[in-house]
């Protein structure tokens, strides 16, 4: 049997680094910035006012008090975007709204509230520091620096000063075209009714849910019935659009393996993995194409994909420190797990103020196809190989999700 991480390596492996190429800014949120991005402006661009109010010299307003104001006369009238700024005389205000350009001639900025608001003539209530109220150009970036280091993960902030830079574009790691197969005669899709041996279909929704999160585009195909031709008839034309195929069930050692018996020989390898659930995964490349293939119940979906698939797509993506976070906390029931394999329990943590270490307790059984279970959980619990049995009270392993 192969180890969580070796598989996880190879899955990791397989899926490699996508490459870079310039997206429009609104398509590259949480993606990870593939070059560094140098400031073709400086931020601010120029010397602006931080307030409105008016624009002075700070000498000219040097004797200003609540009793006795000093009066200016307004030459202009500065809003924000104005480009043709006038120098400011000697005895004089202008106008300035928050943004707009500092005239040449001012030091400092009175805000409005310190004053009557005059349009033609202002009554100025108080002395100024000068600069006060002036924001100076490439305080935030200099111009020619680097705003964003590649690497960077793409969120609000980092494409906001993206924009203000001057950037329409990023060099970002392209997320992959995901292909997402579900096999399985017995499948129905809602709302179809249903018959007796028939169920509905959850992996596919589940995949591409936990796919789109991480920035992938995927399409799926939700039904395909244990038939090797119709498996590939269904799947082989749809390669050529998909950077990575993943698919479930028709992998165990059952007698209708849809997944293991088309891919066998066509480049796609199987193997048992130390874990419970997710046992039987397979990996490989089927036309070039790479292809991940999950087991069927729905529970060993999920954990295959916090297992493999996650950080081997975020992997690819360029992020680091994939690793869900792990805390240590003490159970409140006995678990058994089988010797050998890693057991991952759904289960719920808890921690509250005071306490050193926090609570879990499992959500459902261990049956791989307690999926509503697995809705109530908050994270996994992690039993190691050479466990059998973790008591009551003992120190566990939980992965937050
Ligand atoms: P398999 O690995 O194909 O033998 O499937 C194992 C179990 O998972 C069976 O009970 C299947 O009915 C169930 N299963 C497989 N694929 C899906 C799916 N896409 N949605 C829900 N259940 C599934
Ligand atoms: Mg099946």
């Known amino acids: 049997m192969i180890s969580v991480e070796e598989h996880r390596a190879t899955v990791t492996e397989l899926l490699g680094t996508r490459p870079a190429a310039e997206l429009p800014l609104a398509d590259c949120a949480g993606l990870v910035l593939a070059k560094d991005v140098h400031a073709s402006v400086s931020l601010p661009p120029f010397d602006n006012s931080a307030m409105d109010g008016y624009a002075v010299r700070s000498v000219d307003v040097a ?27 000697p005895g004089t205000a202008h106008r300035i709204m928050t943004g ?7 030091d400092s900025i009175v805000m409005v509230e310190r004053t009557d608001a005059g349009a033609e003539r202002v009554r100025i209530f108080t002395s100024t520091a000068p600069g006060s109220h002036i924001r100076r150009t490439g305080e935030d970036v200099g111009v020619g620096m680097v705003a964003l280091s590649a690497g960077t993960v793409l969120g609000p902030a980092q494409l906001g000063l993206a924009s203000a830079v001057g950037m329409d574009r990023l060099a970002v790691h392209v997320p992959p075209r995901v292909l997402v197969v579900s096999t399985g005669t017995e499948l129905v899709l809602p709302p179809q009714e249903l018959r007796h041996g028939q169920i509905y279909e959850s992996n596919s929704v589940m995949l591409v849910a936990g796919l789109r999160a991480l920035g992938c585009r995927v399409e799926s195909v939700r039904s395909v019935a244990d038939d090797v031709d119709q498996f590939r008839a269904a799947i082989e034309p749809r ?9 479930s069930g028709g992998v165990s050692a059952g007698a209708y393996e849809v997944v293991k018996d088309a891919l066998t020989g066509a480049g796609v390898r199987f193997a048992k993995i130390a874990m419970q659930p997710g046992g039987p995964q397979g990996y490989g490349r089927w036309n070039g194409v790479p292809v991940v293939t999950l087991p069927g119940n729905p529970v060993s979906v999920l954990v295959s994909f916090e297992a493999f698939l996650r950080p081997a797509v975020l ?29 991952f329990r759904r289960g719920y943590y808890t921690h509250s103020a005071g306490q050193v270490t926090g609570l879990v307790g499992p959500r459902g059984g261990p049956g791989s196809h307690l999926l509503a279970a697995f809705t109530q959980a908050n994270c996994l619990i992690v039993l190691p190989e050479d466990v059998t049995e973790a008591p009551e009270g003992s120190e566990v392993d939980v992965l937050l999700l």
């Open 315 to 343: 992997t690819s993506l360029g992020h680091t420190g994939v690793d869900r976070q792990h805390v240590r906390a003490r159970l409140t029931e006995t678990l058994e797990s089988p010797k050998g394999r890693r057991q």
């Open 239 to 247: 390669l050529a659009d998909a950077d990575l195929v993943v698919t």
């Open 100 to 106: 707009a350009p500092l005239p040449q001639g001012a």
């Open 63 to 89: 004797e200003a008090t609540e009793d006795s104001p000093v009066e200016l006369p307004v030459r202009e009238d500065i809003p924000a975007g104005r480009t043709d700024v006038p120098v400011l005389l």
